[in-house]
């Protein structure tokens, strides 16, 4: 099966469905139109289906090799990289100062899912590079920015993240790893890190460390964390790859999936590094990285889903078996649970992707107008966009195996691949109940405002739809006010109770976003059509499943708690 970016859906979806015309009209992208939008998706189209989609099977099966210190990636991957570079995709959102095209985040949120479509194992490593960008604009020094910026936008160098230590996962503050200055404004990093992605790799440039470290005399706990950035290669006085720094690739990891990506055990021995941000600011510079991955994980999850699903499409559009029970080619697309399976796909990528894109769209109109509450509103869907899109990669990687059935357990169609790649997103930048917690938790601090903004929103699209679709219509305003009678019981409930319902009320919230989104596109296309029949299948067909997710949002945490871990042992 060959990969094809579905660059009309993704284009309908950014300017039609997440409201992208919004952020044109703004000015603040004077070059942005559909026209732009339509061009970039075509070309990243293209680029994805003829270069990178080809390697990810290979790449699977070859997997990154550790030898000699060197760290080696699969045959073509480094060509493919390099002919990536110079196609400026890594710029595309970068700062114009910098070499960048300042094009809106929602572009490229939109491109990465088409990288992740082709290839997750190769799009990662992007995404990790767009993040050190970030960190480094907002936290770094001019001396930092001038040094590093041009060649991490453009992609020439790379970057990583490297927050987790063997005792230290989700408890940040728990880590080891010491920085000491050395009098000269740079500090000696010693410590180890594991899961870093793309830890190194055999591309050329500079692979560009970004540390969590604690300085001596530094408070416990996250207040006392620093961020340093640790090159591979120390820059020279001409802003050159330099002298290798004291730190190495200790191991790779064995892992379920994304074999082609190298996830490295890093060991930093008294490496030299430079402070982004202030002393014991690290949290907040690194939560600049953290935040824009979460989303691009949230598109990771899409983007495989949108693989998974052409590939299940195709293989039940030529695979017969049995009688059909409708007139047609005999193949099994026209057996009613195949065709179930193969319509649930559909709709859970739109509504991933237009949570996503929303999100997105959110960040660009805060860069744009400077109003908090569209920073606001990007805040309460980040960690949506992740769990949800993440979700939904994993959902939807599985019902593809079903769809081939025993095929789909053997290696060979490739069917598997993509769940098990997809696993780790519900894992990595936060555990999806991390995300959950963070929703009910900071994200609830405000009294539930944003929320209700956001449903009094989809109420103004229930109550357009009524024109075209007054069924359906009825059935998502109802479910926007209970939602917002949820909310205003959850913010009177303390953080425990608050944690115990945290995974259902994410998912209750994605499934009614979700069902705005296709309310819109069936009012949009005026009531009639495959937008419209999707849409009735995700509203009478998946958001029911509401009612069961806010009464376990409501149960409380005294459940949960009613066995012991003895209880659970016998």
């Known amino acids: 099966m060959s990969y094809r970016a579905p660059v009309a859906e993704i284009s309908h979806t950014l300017t039609s469905i997440a409201g992208m015309r919004e952020l044109a009209?703004?000015?603040?992208?004077?070059?942005?139109?559909?026209?732009?939008?339509?061009?970039?998706?075509?070309?990243?189209?293209?680029?994805?289906?003829?270069?990178?989609?080809?390697?990810?099977?290979?790449?699977?099966a070859a997997g990154a090799r550790l030898a000699d210190g060197i760290v080696t990636l699969p045959d073509g991957w480094k060509e493919a990289y390099q002919r990536w570079v110079e196609g400026g995709w890594g710029a595309l959102p970068g700062p114009v100062d910098h070499g960048g095209q300042g094009l809106p985040v929602s572009l490229a949120v939109a491109v990465q899912e088409i990288w992740n479509s082709?290839?997750?194992?190769?799009?990662?490593?992007?995404?990790?590079?767009?993040?050190?960008?970030?960190?480094?604009?907002?936290h770094g020094s001019d001396t930092l920015r001038q040094t590093y910026l041009d060649k991490l936008v453009s992609g020439e160098w790379t970057g990583t993240m490297n927050l987790t230590e063997p005792q230290a996962g989700s408890d940040v503050g728990a880590l080891t790893t010491?920085?000491?200055?050395?009098?000269?404004?740079?500090?000696?990093?010693?410590?180890?890190?594991?899961?870093?992605?793309?830890?190194?790799?055999?591309?050329?440039?500079?692979?560009?460390?970004?540390?969590?470290?604690?300085?001596?005399?530094?408070?416990?706990?996250?207040?006392?964390?620093?961020?340093?950035?640790?090159?591979?290669?120390?820059?020279?006085?001409n802003g050159e790859p330099g002298e290798r720094n004291?730190?190495?690739?200790?191991?790779?990891?064995?892992?379920?999936?994304?074999?082609?990506?190298?996830?490295?055990?890093?060991?930093?021995?008294?490496?030299?590094?430079?402070?982004?941000?202030?002393?014991?600011g690290g949290m907040a510079a690194m939560f600049t990285m953290m935040n824009a991955a979460r989303l691009q994980v949230g598109v990771q999850g899409i983007g495989v889903a949108e693989g998974a699903f052409q590939q299940a499409l195709a293989y039940a559009t030529e695979r017969k078996q049995g009688r059909t029970p409708v007139e047609g080619t005999g193949a099994i697309v026209d057996h009613a649970d195949v065709?179930?399976?193969?319509v649930e796909m559909k709709a859970e990528i739109?509504?991933?992707?237009?949570?996503?894109?929303?999100?997105?769209?959110?960040?660009?109109?805060?860069?744009?107008?400077?109003?908090?509450?569209?920073?606001?509103?990007?805040?309460?869907?980040?960690?949506?966009?992740?769990?949800?899109?993440?979700?939904?990669?994993?959902?939807?990687?599985?019902?593809?195996?079903?769809?081939?059935?025993?095929?789909?357990f053997i290696e060979e169609t490739g069917a598997a691949q993509f769940l098990r790649d997809v696993r780790v997103t519900t894992i990595y930048e936060g555990t999806n109940g991390i995300q959950a917690m963070d929703l009910v938790g900071r994200k609830m601090m405000d009294g539930g405002e944003a929320?209700?903004?956001?449903?009094?929103?989809?109420?103004?699209?229930?109550?357009?739809?009524?024109?075209?679709?007054?069924?359906?219509?009825?059935?998502?305003?109802?479910?926007?006010?209970?939602?917002?009678?949820?909310?205003?019981?959850?913010?009177?409930q303390d953080m425990q109770e608050r944690f115990a319902g945290a995974v259902p009320f994410?998912?209750?919230?994605?499934?009614?976003?979700?069902?705005?989104?296709?309310?819109?596109?069936?009012?949009?296309?005026?009531?009639?059509?495959?937008?419209?029949?999707?849409?009735?299948?995700?509203?009478?067909?998946?958001?029911?499943e509401l009612g069961g997710l806010i009464a376990q949002t409501r149960a409380g945490a005294d459940g949960l708690y009613a066995l012991s871990p003895e209880d659970l042992a016998s």
């Open 350 to 408: 739109f509504a991933a992707r237009s949570i996503a894109l929303a999100c997105a769209k959110s960040i660009d109109m805060e860069t744009a107008t400077g109003d908090p509450e569209w920073a606001a509103r990007a805040a309460l869907l980040t960690p949506v966009a992740k769990a949800y899109g993440t979700d939904v990669g994993v959902k939807v990687a599985n019902l593809g195996i079903q769809v081939h059935g025993g095929m789909g």
């Open 506 to 544: 994410l998912a209750a919230g994605a499934r009614v976003l979700g069902a705005f989104f296709h309310l819109r596109a069936a009012h949009t296309e005026g009531g009639s059509g495959p937008r419209t029949a999707l849409a009735r299948y995700y509203i009478e067909r998946l958001l029911p």
């Open 118 to 138: 082709a290839s997750m194992a190769f799009g990662i490593g992007t995404v990790l590079t767009a993040g050190a960008v970030e960190a480094v604009v907002a």
């Open 178 to 237: 010491k920085a000491v200055p050395n009098g000269d404004g740079t500090y000696a990093i010693t410590g180890q890190k594991i899961f870093i992605s793309w830890g190194d790799h055999d591309f050329g440039g500079n692979v560009c460390h970004l540390v969590l470290a604690r300085l001596p005399d530094a408070p416990a706990g996250t207040k006392g964390i620093s961020l340093f950035l640790v090159p591979k290669l120390i820059p020279d006085e």
């Open 25 to 60: 009209d703004s000015g603040i992208f004077p070059d942005l139109s559909v026209d732009l939008v339509d061009a970039v998706l075509e070309e990243a189209g293209r680029f994805a289906s003829d270069v990178i989609a080809p390697l990810n099977a290979p790449g699977d």
């Open 339 to 342: 065709r179930r399976m193969l």
């Open 451 to 492: 929320a209700y903004r956001l449903f009094d929103e989809g109420e103004k699209v229930a109550e357009m739809a009524r024109a075209t679709v007054p069924d359906l219509a009825d059935t998502v305003w109802a479910a926007a006010e209970t939602m917002r009678e949820t909310v205003e019981w959850l913010v009177e």
């Open 246 to 280: 004291a730190l190495r690739v200790v191991s790779l990891e064995h892992k379920l999936g994304l074999h082609g990506s190298p996830t490295c055990v890093m060991a930093f021995e008294g490496a030299t590094g430079w402070r982004v941000g202030p002393d014991q």
